[in-house]
């Protein structure tokens, strides 16, 4: 059974900069795709920010392009997301995700992941 754990979060003024972790115990999740969704209050979930099993290849959600950068440790299982420039429409609950399966690709659909971190607040105020 994998489990993730997110941690960072927190309040920051509009301009400011957090950096998201995830920390993934149970098994060893190289080559596994990983992601980062966010939900607003009232809201849908939605992606961040996603890599593939290697690392190599990376997909933003449009709104957060240049601002968040989505990185990987898999020696340590650990999954980050280091948000600069923050907005206050980037005020969510955000999530770590893993996929089931190994792959050198990213997935972008709330669908092609299993497991599930409890989630951290990020608040922008402006």
């Known amino acids: 059974q994998v489990q993730l754990v997110e941690s960072g979060g927190g309040l920051v003024l509009a301009g400011g900069s957090l950096r998201l972790s995830c920390e993934a115990s149970g098994r060893a999740l190289n080559d596994v795709p990983m992601a980062w969704f966010r939900q607003p209050r009232g809201k849908d979930r939605e992606i961040v920010a996603a890599?593939?099993?290697?690392?190599?290849?990376?997909h933003y959600q449009d709104s957060v392009e240049g601002r968040f950068t989505i990185s990987r440790e898999n020696a340590r299982n650990m999954l980050y997301l280091q948000m600069n420039n923050l907005k206050a429409e980037d005020t969510a609950v955000y999530y770590c995700?893993?996929?089931?399966?190994?792959?050198?690709?990213?997935?972008?659909?709330?669908?092609?992941?299993?497991?599930w971190g409890q989630g951290t607040q990020v608040t922008v105020s402006s």
């Open positions: 995700a893993a996929s089931p399966w190994t792959s050198t690709r990213y997935y972008t659909s709330l669908d092609d992941y299993t497991y």
């Open positions: 890599i593939s099993g290697d690392g190599i290849v990376r």
